[in-house]
């Protein structure tokens, strides 16, 4: 089992910057992938960014590429999404994924076995 818990979410004006954290705790993530997707309201839930733990393959959704940045701490078993530039159209709930098996599709939600409860991001223009 592996147990994540988002935080950093907020309110932030358009232009501005949030950080999202995300702790894993109860495995160790030596073989996983960690991916952030987010779900704004009426919309299905989409790939933001991810990362590969073992040798730190990173991977974006175009809409925020060159905005949004993840980064992973292994001391602490912690995942962070800087995002930078903010717009409103960023405005959604943000959601820390696990990935036990190594995938190679880490842009795919239903590739992701453990999530976080999700943290609020509100952009306001």
């Known amino acids: 089992q592996v147990q994540l818990v988002e935080s950093g979410g907020g309110l932030a004006q358009a232009g501005g910057s949030l950080r999202l954290s995300c702790a894993a705790s109860g495995h160790t993530l030596i073989s996983y992938v960690m991916g952030w997707f987010r779900q704004a309201p009426g919309k299905e839930r989409e790939f933001v960014a991810a990362?590969?733990?073992?040798?730190?393959?990173?991977y974006y959704a175009d809409s925020v590429k060159g905005r949004f940045t993840i980064s992973r701490d292994s001391v602490k078993n912690t995942v962070y999404l800087q995002m930078n530039s903010l717009k409103s159209e960023d405005t959604a709930v943000y959601y820390c994924?696990?990935?036990?098996?190594?995938?190679?599709?880490?842009?795919?939600?239903?590739?992701?076995?453990?999530w976080g409860q999700g943290t609020q991001v509100t952009v306001s223009s």
């Open positions: 990362i590969r733990w073992r040798g730190g393959d990173i």
């Open positions: 994924a696990a990935n036990t098996f190594s995938t190679l599709w880490p842009h795919h939600s239903n590739q992701y076995e453990y």
